[in-house]
């Protein structure tokens, strides 16, 4: 089993920034794409940005040139900087990790509990 801990949610003004992290944590995996995806009120959860082993990456168009997503895959930490938010940022902001049990077939597709993000105007 891959536990995911994210931090860094928050209240922030318009324009502002955050950061957010999530550290896997377990036994004998590897991950191949670690994502952020969010779910506002009344909204089914979508994608926000996701970044593969190799550092690909694929952002919503929403976000694109404000949010930048990094990772450590020695650490199997992911971060997502948050730029210039808006108040349609506002969600809960979940993790996302992908991949295999090392030495196995069996793969993984673990999410974090998720942190709240508000964006006030």
């Known amino acids: 089993q891959v536990q995911l801990v994210e931090s860094g949610g928050g209240l922030v003004q318009a324009g502002g920034s955050l950061r957010l992290s999530c550290a896997a944590s377990?036994?004998?995996?590897?991950?191949?794409?670690m994502g952020w995806y969010c779910q506002a009120p009344g909204r089914e959860r979508e994608l926000v940005a996701v970044?593969?082993?190799?550092?690909?990456?694929k952002y919503a168009d929403s976000v694109k040139g404000r949010f930048t997503i990094s990772r450590d895959n020695a650490k199997n930490t992911v971060d997502l900087q948050m730029n210039s938010l808006k108040p349609e940022d506002t969600a809960v902001y979940y993790c996302?990790?992908?991949?295999?049990?090392?030495?196995?077939?069996?793969?993984?597709?673990?999410w974090g509990q998720g942190t709240q993000v508000t964006v006030s105007s």
């Open positions: 996302n990790a992908q991949g295999y049990f090392s030495g196995s077939y069996y793969s993984f597709d673990s």
């Open positions: 377990g036994s004998s995996f590897s991950i191949n794409a």
């Open positions: 970044i593969r082993r190799g550092g690909s990456t």
